[in-house]
């Protein structure tokens, strides 16, 4: 069993950056794949990025390469999404997610712990 909860939404003027924080409870933490979703008004849950649970490999949605960076301290069992060179489209509800299967990857259905989300708002 994994608990999430995300942090360190907030309201940032384009350009700027924000770092998201997810900290989790449960001993399968550092075993599981953590991942990083976002859904704004009136649009579908999507996958933004992910790491597997040794943090060997990370995966990058096409509209965020480059400017997100995901990250993991199991030690502290806490992932974490720096978010550089925000754009008014970044603003969403951003999600945390774990797969305790250790694989993680793009797809929401994979993962099997969710926060609540954080709202970032991205002002022009």
């Known amino acids: 069993q994994v608990q999430l909860e995300e942090s360190g939404g907030g309201l940032v003027q384009a350009g700027g950056s924000l770092r998201l924080s997810c900290a989790a409870s449960?001993?399968?933490?550092?075993?599981?794949?953590v991942g990083w979703f976002r859904q704004a008004p009136g649009k579908e849950r999507e996958f933004v990025a992910a790491r597997s649970w040794n943090g060997g490999t990370s995966y990058y949605a096409a509209s965020v390469k480059g400017r997100f960076t995901i990250s993991r301290e199991n030690a502290k069992n806490t992932a974490y999404l720096q978010m550089n060179s925000l754009k008014p489209e970044d603003t969403a509800v951003y999600y945390c997610?774990?797969?305790?299967?250790?694989?993680?990857?793009?797809?929401?259905?994979?993962?099997?712990?969710w926060g609540q989300g954080t709202q970032v708002t991205v002002s022009s």
């Open positions: 449960g001993r399968t933490f550092s075993s599981s794949a």
């Open positions: 997610a774990a797969d305790s299967s250790g694989a993680g990857g793009t797809a929401a259905i994979k993962y099997d712990y």
